[in-house]
Each structure stands twice: as structure tokens, then as C-alpha cells.
């Protein structure tokens, strides 16, 4: 793989725009890339921070005790323990986990020698899981973390290692307690967290790198209330162009699709593997979607729904999408795209 240096881009396109995307139509797939390769998710995690360390600063020292819990409600009445899967009002649409003592934070980038970073959000997720008490499965507990720069698009995930030392369950409140190490730490901060390696976030994480669903955005900021802890970062104003790509994985598949004038897709870009989980879920977006007028967009979702189970190929009026990277627009991609992965096709039995 090529891999361009950011002072030494090279854009090959046609000065095509379409719409207020101001996509391109890209004659290469390599046309144009901020500096990146596909190294990064299989570095160690110590590595991955000095890679990530110019777009991102250093990743922050999670406390799960002074997170922000997300409250469970069964029936309105704010619950503690696992009352199981769906039975809860509020589930993760991850299967439909209902158990309390999760926690979210989000944190301000700072770069290693204290300076702040504005642009810089750091999100981190302490999650008691409950899935094993309904599948047999061995879930273990989990803590990860979310680096994304606003202005460049460039975005980090850190996943979960063996964070058992550090963790445990307070029997009082169900919650996931403890405090991790940092990078001061390296070889805990390798013990405690993994990278992705082969496994590639944007499986679900498509849209943009945070997930907002009912049992996530529970955690609001305790200083404004009337936000999440997990930040929106599309909307209006951006429309559904925010940067995104990921810093040591320009091999991950980054593809969306778009369809012009497509109502569904005017704040933001519609990852359709994430909707069909979500929908496997019981959540339907026509049961939500627009939020102060759920349903009246069922007609664009009902197009974006046709494309996504007949593939864009197939599709008149429809295209891959990659989204803007660094100094790169936003961009058509065809058959020759070089990343295309099995996670990104539909699985028509989950659309329900």
C-alpha cells in the first residue's frame, strides 16, 4: 500500500461536486490520504499512543467511579442489577443488555506536555456487561476508549485487555468500579487495553466514532444535563460530512451510502450495518426517526433500506461514500475501492 505524506498530498479527481457534500468522484481509490497505514491496530497499545500522540494527544486515565453512570429503568423506575435482556426501557440495542453500573466520561484532549487540545474529545466507556447471565456466554466485564480530532477526522479506538486487576464490582451500587493505569505505566497500560487488530470498530462505529442509542445517552453531562456525555458531532450545520478515518487502519472499510436529496441522511451519514443491528434489536427508526416527528421519513429510509439490500452497484442514484480524511473530501468510490469488507453487506433476516 502506498501511503502519502500529509505536506505532499496528491488529489486526483474530477472537480465534480454533488450536492451540499461536496463529494468527489475519486478516479483512483488511493487518490488521496492523510498520512496513515495498517499498522496501527495491531501495534502494541503503548505503540499505538506514540503513533496517535500528534492527532490526538495522550489518551486520558479513566476512573470508572468518577464516571457518569447510565441509569437502567424498568417501567419508568430507575433499576439496579440485571433484570434481563429487553426488559429493561432503555436497552443497549446490543442485544438488548439491560444491566446496570456502566459509565461513561468524556474528557477534553491534552497533549503530553499539558497543553490543552480543544479540538480533541476523548470518550471512555466502563461496561458491566450482563450479557452472560442469558447466553451462557463469557463476557467479561470491559473498559475502552474513543480519541477522535474534530477538525482532521483523525479518530483512535482503544479496546478492552485483561482489565481485571484493575476492575471490580461494588455490591452496594452494581457498579463497574476501578482506576486504570496510563501511559506513565506501560507495561499495565498494555495489560490493561488491547487494539483492534483484526477486528475493524467501524462494523458498528460507521457513521461517525460515537454511537448514540437510549441506553448510551442515559449519561448526561453533569454540568449540562440536557447533553450526553457521548458528544453529537453531526448535525445541521455539518449536514453528514464530518471527518473520519482512522489513525493506523487505512485498511478498515469506510464506506456509507448516499443517496442525493436523501432526507434520512441530512444530519448525518446512515451507517446501514449499524441500523441493522439496531433494527435486529426491536428498535425500528420510522418508530423514532426524525426525532421530533418519528416517521415522517420513512419514504427516504424506505430508499436507503432498497439500496443497502440491492447494493449501490444495483442502484440507481446511489454510491459508496468514503468520508473526509485530514485534507480530503468526501468522495464517491467504486468497484476498485480496495477495502471492501464482509461486514459491510446486508443481512436481509436482521432487517425486521
Known amino acids: 500500500m502506498k501511503v502519502f505524506n500529509r505536506a505532499q498530498v496528491v488529489i486526483v479527481v474530477l472537480s465534480v461536486t454533488l450536492g451540499d457534500m461536496g463529494l468527489a468522484v475519486a478516479q483512483g481509490a488511493q487518490s488521496c490520504m492523510p498520512e496513515n497505514n495498517s499498522y496501527g491496530t495491531k501495534s502494541t497499545p503503548m505503540e499505538y499512543a506514540r503513533m496517535i500522540e500528534a492527532e490526538l494527544g495522550i489518551p486520558p486515565v479513566i476512573d470508572c467511579g468518577a464516571s457518569v453512570e447510565m441509569p437502567i429503568y424498568v417501567d419508568g423506575v430507575k433499576t439496579q442489577g440485571d433484570p434481563g435482556l429487553h426488559k429493561c426501557d432503555n436497552p443497549s440495542l446490543q442485544v438488548g443488555d439491560c444491566m446496570s453500573g456502566s459509565s461513561l466520561q468524556r474528557y477534553e484532549g491534552v497533549a503530553a506536555d499539558g497543553t490543552r487540545l480543544p479540538d480533541v474529545v476523548w470518550v471512555s466507556f466502563c461496561r458491566h456487561d450482563g450479557r452472560d447471565n442469558d447466553f451462557g456466554w463469557d463476557v467479561p466485564d470491559s473498559v475502552q476508549m474513543i480519541g477522535y480530532n474534530k477538525v482532521t477526522g483523525a479518530t483512535a479506538f482503544f479496546e478492552s485487555g485483561d482489565n481485571r486487576e484493575w476492575t471490580y464490582i461494588d455490591p452496594d451500587t452494581n457498579r463497574l468500579m476501578g482506576k486504570l493505569p496510563g501511559i506513565d505505566e506501560p507495561p499495565a497500560f498494555n495489560k490493561a487495553y488491547a487494539t483492534p487488530g483484526r477486528t475493524q470498530c467501524v462494523a458498528c462505529h460507521q457513521a461517525d466514532p460515537f454511537i448514540h442509542n437510549p441506553f448510551i445517552d442515559g449519561a448526561r453531562l453533569p454540568h449540562a444535563p440536557g447533553q450526553p456525555v457521548v458528544p453529537h458531532i453531526a448535525g445541521r450545520k455539518t449536514k453528514n460530512n464530518t471527518p473520519y478515518y482512522l489513525i493506523g487502519g487505512s485498511d478498515w472499510d469506510m464506506r456509507t451510502i448516499y443517496i442525493e436529496g436523501n432526507e434520512c441522511l441530512g444530519c448525518h451519514r446512515m451507517g446501514m450495518k449499524t441500523v441493522e443491528e439496531f433494527m435486529g434489536d426491536h428498535w425500528h427508526p420510522n418508530d423514532h426517526m426524525p426525532p421530533k416527528d418519528p416517521g415522517s421519513l420513512s419514504e427516504d429510509f424506505q430508499e436507503l433500506l432498497g439500496c443497502w439490500l440491492n447494493g449501490p452497484e444495483n442502484t440507481p442514484?446511489?454510491?459508496?461514500?468514503?468520508?473526509?480524511?485530514?485534507?480530503?473530501?468526501?468522495?464517491?468510490?467504486?468497484?476498485?475501492?480496495?477495502?471492501?469488507?464482509?461486514?459491510?453487506?446486508?443481512?436481509?433476516?436482521?432487517?425486521?
Open 317 to 352: 442514484g446511489c454510491d459508496w461514500v468514503i468520508p473526509p480524511a485530514g485534507a480530503c473530501p468526501s468522495r464517491i468510490v467504486g468497484a476498485d475501492y480496495p477495502y471492501k469488507s464482509r461486514f459491510n453487506r446486508p443481512k436481509p433476516d436482521d432487517l425486521r
